[in-house]
């Protein structure tokens, strides 16, 4: 069988199409997407007619990825541009993106956010027909399905070979004449279209447009192709039409607060969660403290909600990343207390709500109460804007093993005693759609519901899962997939 890594990605993708600054843009582009992925970044440019690509990729932060010395060798008026996070041994720089290649259709470049469920089939069955893969990540898969010469009129047409991949897929694709972005037909994850001049682009989320002065002008649609070239704009809907099943952790969690996700922005929503959860579980305290950053606008909608003082005690270094980012459970540990601490004065004494978006390990929760109470916190409740994260997600968010995740592991009344918390109160699902004021089966729940948008094979999951946490690089020989 194929070497393949769990197909886990947490990425933003950016592209432009005719601006002369198009490099510069994306750079900045991507600074704004910096919140999708850490890992590396990426950008390619091309400047018309047969010019090859350039390229520029490397592990780290955009600010430590791009010098002035590349923006100003990225030539050309279209580019494309990545940020990627993955948790696997995979982390280097064969996985980076954009992933380019010289094709019998000419050069193409993509750009992917999402996780394909059937990657392993997919890359079996072009190794078969002679594909050479020179990385682990399902996202190459793409660039080989559209590189492949279309035999019939029907197949020709390059974004016919998309209609092979199932699960999760956001992707901006640059070709010698155009500039392509597509959604896969469940819409798991954003992708959308702004202007800028006369140029066009593209984004995983709307904060992008913000920074580089571009009007947004719509999402692409679940299912949609936007076809970006001399002629303008065409759309194309290749797909068998599907429910839309659009994660709703992108507005809990995942998405930056000044986007709009589906015309929604996702502060006001996450506002909006923190309310529901105040009428869900009401307490008596002095004040509501967030567990910044990835808590504050819930914890401003619950201490609205319950009229209680919102007091912003624990004080967050923004020079590290994400805590979850890190891969070991020591870093992990580590970097939890190196990123939060807290002003004693606020908790000494007092009632105290915390409240965080998610509880993922319990890693993160369990040490905010320990400083509380170390503080000398008299109470302290712990608040959470979503339902218990049960489930594994195979669309492009990534949790550890359902066995590691806190809810499996502890009943409620176990859960509040391993927390050291006076209670713990979650949001449920219901509260959580309504406080994205779209309809319910328009989301993907799967994470808290266990109900998957798209069915999947339970024992090659488990497969790739156990691969993933052993971080082997191949597959049995004898693996049964599908
Ligand atoms: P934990 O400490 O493992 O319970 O993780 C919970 C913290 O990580 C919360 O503060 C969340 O904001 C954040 N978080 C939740 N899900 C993810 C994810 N998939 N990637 C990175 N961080 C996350």
Sequence with gaps: MTSLDYPSHECGVFAVYGHPNAALLSYYGLFALQHRGQESAGIVTHAGSKTPFQSVKRMGLV??????????QLKGSYAIGHV???TTGSSNLLNAQPLSADTSRGQIAIAHNGNLINAARLRAELEMKGSIFQATSDSEI???LLAQPGASSETK????ALRELEGAFSIVIMGEKEIIGVRDPHGFRPLSLGKLDDAWVLASET????????????DVEPGEALIINESGLRSEFPFKSS???FCIFEYVYFARPDSNLRNINVSQARVRMGQELARLHPVEADIIVPIPDSGIYAALGFSEELNIPYEPAFVRNHYIGRTFIQPTQLVRDFSVRVKLNLINSYVEGKRVVVVDDSIVRGTTAKNRVINLREAGAKEVHLRISCPPH??????GIDFPDPEKLLANQYSQEELCAYLGADSVGYLDVEGMVRATRLPKESFCLACFTGDYPIPFDASFNKLIMERRHNQAHLLPDDAVLF
């Design 243 to 245: 429910q839309e099943s």
């Design 207 to 218: 904060c992008a447009f913000d920074l580089i002065g571009a009007r947004f002008v719509r």
């Design 63 to 72: 600010s430590q990825v791009f010098n002035e010395k590349d923006i100003d």
């Design 142 to 144: 793409i660039l080989h």
């Design 390 to 395: 049960r489930y594994a997600c195979y669309y």
């Design 84 to 86: 990627r996070y993955s």
């Design 157 to 160: 047409n390059p974004l016919a």
